[in-house]
């Protein structure tokens, strides 16, 4: 293995407790709250005056979670070929879908709410919805996130409201602000405790700094009750691995783990005029896109305020299972594949980096081009099919220590509707010529 390769390795794990995750590759995100009730944009929709606070809080009444089936919700999850699931406890909107015990608002600045802001006291739904999901994941042995708002823009004791609008300054109310973080850092107690997740997913750190959040401390604090537990990377520099937002990297990250959170459609939350999602097809080749550059898809969907999951995102989770369960070994615990330039789309290597797996363009056949391989191929084959695939070995030149060019043939009919994957056995480690070829 050349020298580029096996220093992005070195970097592959960053805590042995990542190591689930690493191998994990497909999670299900899941946006769920009160702003499912008339299909507005979670929080944002207030904070951005699209609606007032009021009318947005008045969703609460339409909470009813009454078709809620978390064992169907743990099956669909599990048929999408997911190894994890990540759910909102609590959006930007302070509203908790667990049965906290936390009052907010505690003076100076009182709440207009007696009880605990959740939707064990203030919906129609009247209990904690977060437990039972988590205990069906586990059940079916999937790890269970947690998404925790550090925002909340709801709470009385929080500076930020709305864009326009804003309670106060830190400095200017720092008894305010310790309320207000003895209240969010008392609700992560609990869901620690309660639930127990296996993954913390925080969100919105950006609107305070670490030393105002006291992020270390909230570090500390999960690790102590659950030291197994990883933290994604919105915690000011807490966390355990990166989290980019919707848009896919070109060239594979350095950071040491990764995931692409990414919707169905365009929202996280559902909405009714939100119908146009990305295909299986497309979905199918950003997640073969993200494995191959050593992430995670963390792949969102939005149940509507009862419960259900829309047809259409059921779907497109169990086409992906389909593939996935298909493909399962060029997935499932490989490390990122070729760099860009030695390959024409995504691949992944095994652990030993002796197999390599191709993933196909649009059930692509014909051949299939690998440039600066510098090993020896013992085998190649289709995954899901025993079907032996020639390959030749094409323009080397005796004297050059540039490897030649790989062709390898791919009959018609072995191609997979969604995404062909090959499976190619190298004669030891992956070794990569890397330079200018002729130029040399
Ligand atoms: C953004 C948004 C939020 C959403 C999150 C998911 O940070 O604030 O609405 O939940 O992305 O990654």
Request: proline residues 6%; glycine residues 10%; aromatic residues 12%.
């Amino acid at each position: 293995m050349n020298c580029e390769l096996a220093a992005a390795q070195e970097q592959e794990v960053a805590r042995p407790d990542l190591q689930w995750f690493q191998d994990a590759k497909l999670g299900i995100f899941i946006h769920w709250g009160i702003y499912s009730v008339r299909g507005v944009g979670e929080s944002w929709s207030f904070h951005n005056g699209e609606i007032t606070h009021g009318e947005y809080m008045k969703q609460l009444d339409g909470f009813t979670a009454k078709h809620y089936d978390p064992a169907a919700w743990a099956d669909l999850i599990q048929r999408s070929g997911a190894r994890y699931a990540v759910i909102t406890t609590k959006h930007h909107d302070g509203v908790a879908l667990w049965p906290t015990r936390m009052a907010p608002g505690l003076p100076p600045h009182a709440s207009p709410y007696a009880q605990a802001r959740s939707t064990e006291h203030l919906t129609p739904a009247k209990r904690g919805l977060i437990e039972p999901l988590f205990a069906e994941l586990r059940k079916r042995e999937l790890k269970c996130g947690a998404y925790f708002s550090l925002i909340d823009w709801s709470d009385h004791n929080y500076p930020a409201f709305t864009k326009d609008s804003t309670r106060y300054a830190i400095k200017d109310d720092p008894a305010c602000w310790q309320h207000f973080r003895d209240y969010y850092q008392g609700q992560i107690n609990e869901l620690a405790a309660q639930l127990k997740p296996d993954l913390w997913w925080f969100d919105g750190d950006w609107e305070h700094s670490a030393e105002e959040w006291e992020a270390a401390k909230v570090r500390a604090m999960i690790l102590e009750k659950n030291p197994k537990a990883i933290i994604n990377g919105r915690l000011q520099g807490f966390g355990d691995y990166a989290t980019p937002e919707q848009n896919i990297p070109i060239e594979t990250p350095k950071t040491p783990a990764w995931e692409l959170c990414m919707t169905i459609g365009s929202q996280w939350g559902w909405q009714p005029w939100d119908t146009v999602y990305k295909s299986t097809h497309d979905l199918i080749h950003i997640f073969a896109d993200v494995i191959g550059h050593g992430g995670n898809l963390l792949l969102d969907i939005g149940p509507k305020e009862d419960g259900t999951i829309p047809a259409g995102q059921v779907t497109r989770l169990e086409e992906i299972g389909r593939w996935s369960s298909k493909h399962a070994e060029a997935i499932y615990g490989t490390r990122a594949g070729l760099p860009n330039g030695h390959f024409f789309g995504p691949s992944t290597l095994s652990p030993d980096s002796t197999t390599l797996y191709l993933f196909l363009a649009n059930g692509m056949s014909g051949s299939v081009e690998i440039k600066g391989l510098d090993n020896k191929i013992l085998s190649a084959e289709v995954v899901g099919q025993p079907i032996a695939l020639k390959h030749r070995v094409v323009g080397k030149i005796s004297w050059s220590k540039v490897p030649g060019l790989v062709f390898i043939d791919v009959p018609k009919a072995v191609a997979d509707p969604w995404m062909t994957v090959l499976k190619v056995k190298l004669d030891g480690p992956l070794k990569l010529y890397r330079g200018h070829g002729g130029f040399e």
